[in-house]
């Protein structure tokens, strides 16, 4: 077993340790304290400039493994009243328009963690049915009309290879089902980075700086334009939570970044921005200075004019 996994009841796998220390963020260290301080000015910071040009703003932490399924590991120290989502709503009780944009995902999924499968056993990330009641807390929050037949669309099987079970020796699969997600939204963007990944079968690969845009055109979308900046929980493959707000609203901008785009925001003037961030990545706080076209062509041009020569090469 890696020493930053940890192994509880009846094979279920936790992230415990490493760079960003999931265990060590629920509890009353010093870091801690004054990231979340950092955090709550930020927050607040984020709420008023989206108030001021008229956006509606959401901020999402998907809640860690560990505070949900902590009945899953019963030898691990785990104190659900630290954990820093809740943390910084709490400290948000005198900025209650603030508290309510920071939505409370935590409850929710512990109440239907007995009843369904809200998280992968051998992957940190949510599964379809945990991804559905955040799916749902987010359109309560922004008062829009959830679809209500997603759990009927199509589905297929596959073998999930976990981010933590991949990496034990021997690995761990888990066969999961994944479901079809995307009918009424068309992608019209996808960055240069996302269609050279994809087009070598390495979408799975993506990470910072990826962009892409859906468009629904169905009558029964919500009318709003979303900006979503989020991570892996948000991702945009046809059975994760990008699709899923796709196939409810208007337009949906997807960039892959924890850290705001404020020229992008100015530009493209959304009516709703939502900032999505895994809980055990509160470990560092962002600084909003991100600027996604100058991220990738640091990040990624070198790839992309390798691809390129490559291509005329042949």
Same mark, same amino acid.
């Given at each position: 077993m890696k020493p930053y996994i940890h192994e509880g009841i009846d094979g279920w796998l936790f992230v415990t340790a490493g760079t960003n220390n999931p265990l060590m963020q629920f509890s009353h260290s010093k870091h801690m304290r004054l990231a979340l301080r950092v955090w709550k000015k930020l927050t607040l910071w984020r709420s008023r400039r989206c108030k001021g040009a008229g956006i509606q703003y959401l901020h999402v932490?998907?809640?860690?493994?560990?505070?949900v399924y902590d009945d899953k590991c019963p030898r691990l120290p785990i104190?659900?009243?630290?954990?820093?989502?809740?943390?910084?709503?709490?400290? &948000?009780?005198?900025?209650?328009?603030t508290r309510r944009e920071c939505i409370r995902l935590i409850g929710?999924?512990?109440k239907k963690r007995d009843k369904q499968q809200l998280y992968y056993q051998t992957d940190s990330h949510w599964t379809f049915a945990g991804r559905l009641i955040a799916y749902r807390e987010i359109c309560r929050a922004l008062g829009a009309k959830p679809r209500e037949d997603f759990a009927e669309r199509p589905t297929f099987e596959d073998v999930l290879h976990g981010d933590m079970g991949s990496v034990l020796e021997p690995p761990r699969l888990e066969p999961?089902?994944?479901?079809? &997600?995307?009918?009424?939204?068309?992608?019209?963007?996808?960055?240069p980075i996302v269609l050279a990944r994809e087009a070598a079968g390495?979408?799975?690969? &993506?990470?910072?700086?990826?962009?892409?845009?859906?468009?629904?055109?169905?009558p029964e979308a919500d009318p709003r334009r979303v900006l979503l900046f989020g991570d892996s929980y948000s991702h945009f493959a046809t059975h994760m939570l990008t699709v899923m707000?796709?196939?409810?609203?208007?337009?949906?901008?997807f960039i892959w970044s924890t850290s705001i785009d404020w020229n992008y925001v100015d530009r493209t003037k959304?009516?709703?921005?939502i900032t999505e961030i895994a809980e055990r990545f509160m470990w560092r706080v962002p600084d909003d200075k991100f600027n996604v076209a100058i991220y990738a062509s640091e990040r990624y041009g070198q790839e992309l004019e390798d691809i390129e020569i490559s291509n005329v090469a042949l």
């Open positions: 932490i998907v809640p860690e493994k560990i505070a104190k659900i009243r630290l954990s820093p989502a809740l943390r910084l709503r709490r400290s &948000l009780l005198w900025h209650p328009r929710p999924l512990r999961s089902t994944f479901h079809a &997600l995307q009918r009424d939204a068309v992608r019209t963007y996808a960055s390495q979408a799975h690969t &993506l990470h910072v700086g990826s962009h892409v845009i859906f468009r629904n055109e169905t707000l796709a196939e409810t609203f208007r337009e949906v901008d959304p009516d709703i921005l």
